[in-house]
Structure formats: structure tokens, C-alpha cells
């Protein structure tokens, strides 16, 4: 067989340069080179819909404005976030700020003075309580209300651009674009304390998560090939993936998502999804066998400013058909 050397990374001073040389090396930096390439391959394919899969703490962890920045430029059509993204998203948007603190620290003691800690980072359980008092408010403008989660999120986008116009937020931003945010498990998050709040008074609110599972099914059949990336794992990328088996069963398939891209810091061997490859979800249809795939294994924290900054400093432009 022919082999093809690696070569050795030659510092950069531009980003995108510095990822396909990265490309041609080896470990996780290669790997991190490679996404980097199947993601512009994705943005060039006119017939491909990119679907992003958001678990983790990433708002609290400073990723809002790259976030942000993939839905401005498109170069995401849709989005399946965890509850809590979205919650500290809109804490953002409306002022209520995360600091930066430390994980070696005396949890009693800030319990004792209302700070949450997420990792290193703190916020103010009062403050973040206030956002769930004003999302049970949003709930009660909009009752009686039934629908998905994305029907729901977009709604929730419109209420924060109405409320503060000047607010930067990736719901908001998804809101102008015109992008669905879905959030399957909406319930497990500050989102859903506040809408039980709402209930407990009476509001009549009811986010259909069955409704989910169908929308973005029928998202995913309208569309001739479909990319994911996902940040982690958890229910975002199983929501993802489990749409190529439900369009198979309505004889809609489309033999598995055509590109694949995925930042995680969960190993494969523990038998759980969020580190599960995508060649063994080739066998479940997730995949087709043949579509271009990375997983990176590395904190998205780290991937994320550096692939996006690429895409950015690349001026990659979409292509649609």
C-alpha cells in the first residue's frame, strides 16, 4: 500500500491555514484539521441541510458568540440544543451574566451566599430565578399554547427581541434567521421550572415533544442529503440521528445523514451514545457507510473558537440549490 507522510505543523498566521496543516498530521489535531475540512464540504454541497447537536455548558463556557455567528452566517439550517443552553442564553440576552470562578472552592459557602457553580464558572441563583419568574410570564402571554418545542423556542426568540431589542442571544438570533431550535427535553432544564411554575398557576402550556420528533423528521425528508455536527452527545445527537430511522420506517430514508462531524470528550468503549462512533451507528442507518466523518476527540471549548474562527477567516460562503 502507499503510504503518504505527515507533515509538520509550520505556525500560521491565519487560522484556516493552520487547520489544513493540521490536517496532515496525526491525533486529535489531525482530527480537529479534518472537521475543519468536511465542515467547508458540507457549507459547498447545495443539496446539504446542516443540522447542530448542542449539549454541554457551552453559554456559561463563552461559546455564545461563536454559536451565534454559525446562525448569522448559516452555516447551520437548524438546531437540537439541551433546555439549559438555551436558559442561559436567554440570561445573557436580557443582562444576567456568568463570572468567571474556580473549582477548587467551597461549594457549602457558595450555597451560603447563592452562587451556582458550573465548574469554573459562577452565576446567581437569584438572578437565574428571576429568568425562570419571566419565562412563567411569557408562558401566560402566549396561553393557551400547544406545539413543539421549536414553535415554542421561536416564540420565546420573538418575546426577547420584542423586550430588548439591543439583547444578544443565539435564540434571538435564530428568531431573524429564521432558524428552528428544537429542545427535546425542554422539561429538563430552568425553561421547564418555569413553564411548571406557570401550570402550578393555572396557565395552560404545553410543549409537544412528540410534535418534535416529527418536525424535524419531516425537516429532514424535504432535504436530498443532511450533515450534523455535534457539540457532546446526550439527547441532542440522539434526536438527530434517530431521524434517518424514523424517515426509513416512512419509506422517506435517506440511507443515513451524508456527512458527520462530532467534538466530544466521551470515549466509545464506556458503551454510551455521547461517545459512540459513527461507524456503529452506520449500523442503525444513522450514517451512510461511505459519508465523510470525524469524531474529535477534545473539549469543544478548545474546538469550537478555533473551527469556527477557520470558517470565518476563510470567508466561507454557503452554498444553496
Not at 430552568?190 to 401550570?199: D, F, K, P
Not at 452506520?282 to 470525524?294: L, Q
Request: glycine share 10%; charged share 20%.
Amino acid at each position: 500500500m502507499a503510504l503518504t507522510p505527515t507533515d509538520p505543523v509550520l505556525p500560521q498566521a491565519n487560522v484556516a491555514d493552520l487547520l489544513d496543516g493540521m490536517s496532515r498530521t496525526g491525533f486529535q489535531g489531525r482530527r480537529l484539521g479534518e472537521s475543519f475540512q468536511i465542515w467547508q464540504t458540507m457549507l459547498g454541497d447545495p443539496d446539504c441541510t446542516i443540522l447542530l447537536g448542542l449539549s454541554g455548558a457551552m453559554v456559561p463556557a463563552g461559546m455564545q458568540r461563536c454559536l451565534m455567528t454559525l446562525a448569522e452566517r448559516h452555516y447551520i439550517d437548524a438546531i437540537v440544543s439541551t433546555g439549559a443552553n438555551i436558559f442561559h442564553d436567554l440570561c445573557e440576552h436580557f443582562g444576567i451574566r456568568h463570572y468567571r470562578g474556580h473549582h477548587h472552592v467551597d461549594d457549602g459557602e457558595l450555597f451560603r451566599q447563592g452562587i451556582d457553580r458550573i465548574y469554573d464558572v459562577f452565576a446567581y441563583e437569584e438572578e437565574f430565578r428571576g429568568v425562570d419568574a419571566r419565562i412563567a410570564e411569557f408562558a401566560r402571554e402566549i396561553a393557551p399554547f400547544s406545539g413543539s418545542s421549536a414553535e415554542f423556542i421561536r416564540k420565546l426568540g420573538g418575546y426577547a427581541v420584542r423586550e430588548l431589542p439591543g439583547g444578544q442571544s443565539l435564540t434571538a438570533t435564530c428568531f431573524r434567521e429564521e432558524i428552528p431550535v428544537f429542545v427535546p427535553a425542554l422539561a429538563d432544564s430552568s425553561i421547564g421550572i418555569g413553564l411548571v411554575m406557570a401550570r402550578r398557576n393555572g396557565v395552560a402550556v404545553d410543549v409537544d415533544q412528540l410534535a418534535d420528533a416529527d418536525e424535524i423528521t419531516r425537516f429532514v425528508e424535504r432535504s436530498p442529503k443532511t450533515g450534523v455536527i455535534y457539540i457532546g452527545g446526550g439527547v441532542p445527537k440522539n434526536f438527530i440521528q434517530q431521524t434517518q430511522v424514523i424517515a426509513s420506517i416512512h419509506d422517506a430514508g435517506l440511507q443515513g445523514h451524508a456527512y458527520a462531524i462530532q467534538y466530544t470528550t466521551d470515549a466509545p468503549h464506556w458503551g454510551g451514545l455521547s461517545g459512540c462512533t459513527f461507524e456503529e451507528a452506520i449500523s442503525w442507518g444513522k450514517e451512510t457507510p461511505t459519508c465523510p466523518r470525524v469524531q474529535v476527540f477534545c473539549d469543544a471549548t478548545i474546538a469550537l473558537p478555533i473551527v469556527i474562527s477557520a470558517l470565518v477567516a476563510r470567508d466561507v460562503r454557503r452554498r444553496r440549490s
